[in-house]
């Protein structure tokens, strides 16, 4: 059974890329692309290599159909089959059309007019066959041109003894002589351009061929080895967590750092300082309405009870209230029945009007709430003694009103004293020096706040001058010691990092001004970074695959992790020139770790 091939028509521009993309879209395994002459695909033979790559890799079957001489070698280099047009077509067309080797004769059958008589007797002479008007309509569109021994178009051409034929007047019946088919041709332009008029092409053509030639492998040459291909590799390198505490000693007597003996240099620092500023008041004041009400007096004490307002308290929660006036000969309260413990209410005294010590809603309760009484005299007893809300204890509104407070004042020295240290760093750090936290001691000289402690008012200013007194270090070379210690305890194939302040930090233990010494507890958290070494992998590297590339440098126990590019993107293996490979080392960070 005859299975049709489905066929690819390509563009004079189409490049690789568009073409590999078409057949990626055509599901027949077997395909015939279909090219013009002087297409992009045959400007050099490189793109039909790639093209040949490209069809492998889609496991298809591929065959070159063209008309381009050169094309059809560059195709046969890369491995493509040829296919060819069939030299008998079995469809009829003005194109096809040629002349049998022998025509048969044209029999008119009836001459009107005398010129007809002239016409055949010329005819006779120089053996021409009239063809009819849209035969020759359709060769000037087509552009073919009369070969020897084809017919002529009209009578209306000069003949070949220099006479002009007149055109035939009225119909003539002719038969129209059997013909053959040729192959199919290409437009009349194109054609004509490769005609050689069968002469041999002049020297001056031969050397714009050779220049053509040259060029074309110059260009050839720069793609290949500048262009093509090209692959870059970043090594990222495994690393190891690594912890170390020491303690080095800072002293102005030290001259140099010594790492073996974890002795640092010191700097005594002495400096009279002042600072301004401003505060926010902290202290709040409740100064908004207080709550009023009444409530009942509960004496189980079974004898009267004098009760002053200013030596008696009562008590809800946190809130105390106060009585408005003094209660005297407060009798006893009596039971209905002692067993059940039913309170006689005619027994109570009238009740008596209270006032929520400080104001604010929050000193707000019900009726019914129970209000526990201190006094000084009888002091505290709830089990004799206490009061129950009559009507509920309304009318507190929450208003505060800020003011200066003792801690205020504290606290605004202290931050002056941060202020005064942070001046002072900010000094150093132009020599490239730091106060390790708690090796300074500050001697206030003079401290004030423009308004006093219980002052009502939001925001106060105070002033400190003071004198500082501190043992300050190169923070560079502390880090420069921590890691030469450290670098000392680690395998030949290990390196450290460089190290961050979130790294390495460091605290006074101990610290004798006077004799102008302390001790720093330094404790440090990074990486040691396995050594890679990346001389001659580009060598190695070329040629592979890139699975070969990845199981090579993975197997590698020094490397954590490898990034390859590749170009142009449909590349899958390594250049063969090392010198197109890049192998770069990948800047270290925590991720790369992990």
């Known amino acids: 059974m005859f299975v049709m091939v489905p066929s690819i028509y390509i563009n004079l521009e189409d490049d690789v890329a568009k073409i590999t993309a078409r057949i990626k879209k055509q599901k027949a395994d077997k395909l015939v692309l279909v090219c013009p002459k002087r297409c992009f695909l045959f400007n050099d033979?490189?793109?039909?290599?790639?093209?040949?790559?490209?069809?492998?890799?889609?496991?298809?079957?591929?065959?070159?159909?063209?008309?381009?001489?050169?094309?059809?070698?560059?195709?046969?280099?890369?491995?493509?089959?040829?296919?060819?047009?069939?030299?008998?077509?079995?469809?009829?067309?003005?194109?096809?059309?040629?002349?049998?080797?022998?025509?048969?004769?044209?029999?008119?059958?009836k001459v009107e007019d005398a010129s007809v008589k002239k016409q055949e007797t010329h005819k006779k002479k120089e053996e021409r066959v009239f063809v009819p008007e849209e035969v020759v309509e359709e060769q000037e569109k087509y552009g073919l041109e009369e070969e020897p021994g084809a017919i002529p178009q009209s009578f209306n051409k000069p003949s070949q003894f220099g006479q002009k034929s007149e055109p035939a007047k009225g119909k003539i019946k002719i038969s129209v002589p059997k013909v053959s088919m040729s192959q199919a041709f290409f437009p009349r332009e194109i054609e004509q351009s490769y005609k050689s008029d069968g002469k041999k092409p002049s020297g001056k053509n031969w050397i714009i061929s050779i220049m053509l030639i040259l060029v074309l492998l110059a260009g050839t040459a720069v793609v290949v080895f500048f262009v093509l291909p090209k692959a870059t590799v970043v090594v990222y390198p495994k690393t190891e967590a690594v912890t170390r505490d020491m303690e080095v000693t800072i002293s102005t007597n030290v001259k140099n750092p010594d790492t073996s003996k974890l002795l640092?240099?010191?700097?005594?620092?002495?400096?009279?300082?002042?600072?301004?500023?401003k505060f926010q008041s902290q202290g709040k004041k409740e100064v908004g309405n207080k709550a009023v009400g009444t409530v009942y007096i509960y004496n189980f004490t079974r004898q009267p009870l004098n009760l002053k307002a200013n030596t008696t308290?009562?008590?809800?929660?946190?809130?105390?209230?106060?009585?408005?006036?003094?209660?005297?000969?407060?009798?006893p309260t009596l039971y209905k029945n002692a067993k059940t413990k039913e309170i006689d209410e005619n027994s109570?005294?009238?009740?008596?009007?209270?006032?929520?010590?400080?104001?604010?809603?929050?000193s707000n309760v019900p009726a019914g709430t129970r209000m526990e009484i201190s006094n000084q005299v009888f002091g505290s007893k709830p089990q004799f003694l206490y009061a129950k809300t009559a009507t509920s204890v309304t009318g507190g509104t929450s208003r505060y009103l800020s003011f200066v407070s003792d801690l205020d004042i504290s606290n605004s020295q202290k931050s002056l004293g941060?202020?005064?240290?942070?001046?002072?760093?900010?000094?150093?750090?132009?020599?490239?020096?730091?106060?390790?936290?708690?090796?300074?001691?500050?001697e206030p000289e003079q401290f004030s706040?423009?308004?006093?402690?219980?002052?009502?008012?939001?925001?106060?200013?105070?002033?400190?001058?003071?004198?500082?007194?501190?043992?300050?270090?190169?923070?560079?070379?502390?880090?420069?010691?921590?890691?030469d210690r450290i670098k000392q305890t680690l395998a030949t194939n290990k390196s450290l990092e460089d190290?961050?302040?979130?790294?390495?930090?460091?605290?006074?233990?101990?610290?004798?001004?006077?004799?102008e010494l302390a001790v720093l507890f330094v404790h440090y958290e990074g990486q040691a970074v396995l050594n890679v070494n990346l001389d001659g992998l580009n060598e190695e590297l070329a040629g592979k695959s890139q699975d070969q590339v990845n199981e090579f440098l993975s197997s590698k126990a020094e490397i954590n992790k490898i990034d390859i590019t590749l170009a142009p993107s449909w590349q899958k293996?390594?250049?063969?020139?090392?010198?197109r490979i890049g192998v770069t080392l990948g800047k270290f960070n925590v991720q790369n770790s992990q």
């Open 348 to 362: 109570l005294a009238a009740p008596v009007e209270v006032e929520a010590a400080e104001g604010g809603d929050s």
């Open 573 to 579: 293996n390594f250049p063969r020139f090392a010198n």
């Open 45 to 109: 033979s490189i793109n039909l290599r790639l093209l040949k790559k490209q069809v492998d890799l889609l496991k298809k079957e591929v065959y070159i159909l063209t008309m381009d001489e050169r094309g059809q070698m560059y195709a046969k280099e890369a491995g493509f089959q040829l296919k060819f047009l069939p030299k008998q077509v079995t469809s009829k067309g003005i194109s096809d059309v040629k002349v049998a080797a022998k025509p048969e004769k044209i029999q008119p059958q």
């Open 313 to 331: 308290t009562l008590t809800v929660g946190s809130k105390n209230y106060v009585l408005t006036s003094d209660v005297n000969q407060l009798k």
């Open 449 to 483: 706040t423009d308004k006093p402690s219980g002052t009502n008012s939001p925001n106060f200013e105070a002033v400190l001058k003071a004198k500082i007194t501190a043992l300050a270090i190169n923070k560079q070379d502390l880090f420069k010691l921590a890691g």
């Open 499 to 515: 190290i961050s302040d979130n790294q390495l930090s460091y605290k006074i233990k101990s610290i004798d001004l006077s004799n």
């Open 264 to 277: 640092l240099p010191a700097t005594k620092v002495t400096d009279e300082l002042d600072v301004t500023q």
């Open 418 to 442: 941060d202020a005064l240290i942070s001046q002072e760093q900010q000094k150093l750090s132009q020599q490239n020096l730091v106060i390790p936290d708690k090796a300074y001691i500050i």
